[in-house]
């Protein structure tokens, strides 16, 4: 079968044997982007999470057959290192992970919920960035969504980089 997407704002296809194949196994195997985590395998902890058409979804369970046709954005694809994206530069500013491993499946959580919703309070927080973190980071993910959120305000943005 072969599967046409856009991923990382290049158009992709891909010949496939079995199109149930989790969409994370292809990001990873076949297209080689490593940003993307393999967690628990169960679509439960989210470090597999990315953006399909700009919804996060667990691309450990999420076969690839679904994204025909549909824009894939991965870590990878999110920012630069000479413009990361604001969730990213707030990641960075509030010194977030600790082992780092499961990070690439929060920011892309962050990231989409941001762009539903701009300003989260922490009740949107604890409802949406349902993602698992071994290492307890959970305290420094909530400061640096809350920076992430003034970061994608222009006009707050500018004040924060101009203190």
């Not at 989210?46 to 991965?74: M, P, W």
């Not at 870590?75 to 630069?80: D, R, V």
């Not at 010194?95 to 491993?101: E, R």
């Not at 949107?124 to 640096?144: E, F, L, P, W």
Request: glycine share 8%; hydrophobic share 35%.
């Amino acid at each position: 079968m072969n599967i046409t997407f856009n991923i990382n704002g290049k158009q992709q296809s891909i010949e496939i044997t079995d199109e149930n194949t989790p969409l994370l196994w292809v990001v990873r195997d076949v297209l080689n982007l490593k940003g993307t985590k393999f967690g628990c395998g169960k679509a439960a902890c989210g470090a597999c999470t990315l953006h399909v058409d700009g919804q996060a979804i667990r691309s450990c369970s999420y076969a690839v057959k679904f994204v025909e046709g549909k824009n894939v954005t991965t870590i990878e694809g999110l920012g630069t290192p000479e413009n990361p994206h604001p969730v990213q530069q707030a990641w960075i500013d509030e010194i977030v992970p600790q082992c780092g491993y499961c990070q690439t499946g929060f920011i892309m959580a962050t990231a989409a919920l941001l762009n539903k919703v701009p300003n989260p309070t922490d009740e949107d927080i604890d409802n949406n960035i349902i993602n698992v973190c071994r290492c307890g980071t959970y305290y420094r993910m909530r400061k640096a969504i809350h920076l992430a959120a003034k970061l994608n305000t222009p006009e707050i943005s500018s004040e924060i980089q101009n203190s």
